[in-house]
């Protein structure tokens, strides 16, 4: 026997697979919307990001859409004032569904 389903048994689950998978979707979407969170407060206090990065690296598209080139030459990265919001928001909602899920 699996020592999570082990785990899960001692815990008072009934050890089935599908509680198992449960819990797991459960602290699945509550780690991702706690990590888009933690991006979008990290935002409330950057204003742009420089990056140091080869001439290579800088023909590549994604790059060239993401960033704009400072007076020095070298790109930044400076998201728009309202993206911080969206993304605290959008990471809270996630945790609040993670939570309102069944539990099984």
Do not use: H
């Amino acid at each position: 026997m699996s020592r999570i389903r082990e785990g899960a048994q001692q815990a008072g689950r009934t050890g089935s697979g599908s509680n198992i998978r449960q819990v797991m979707v459960r602290a699945f979407f509550f780690g991702v919307g706690a990590f888009v969170g933690l991006w979008g407060m990290s935002l409330f206090a950057v204003d742009g990001v420089l990056l140091s990065v080869t001439p290579e690296l800088l023909q590549g598209k994604l790059l060239k859409t993401v960033t704009t080139v400072c007076s020095d030459g070298r790109p930044m990265i400076d998201p728009p004032d309202w993206i911080g919001y969206t993304l605290v928001g959008m990471g809270g909602l996630t945790m609040l569904y993670s939570v309102a899920l069944p539990r099984g």
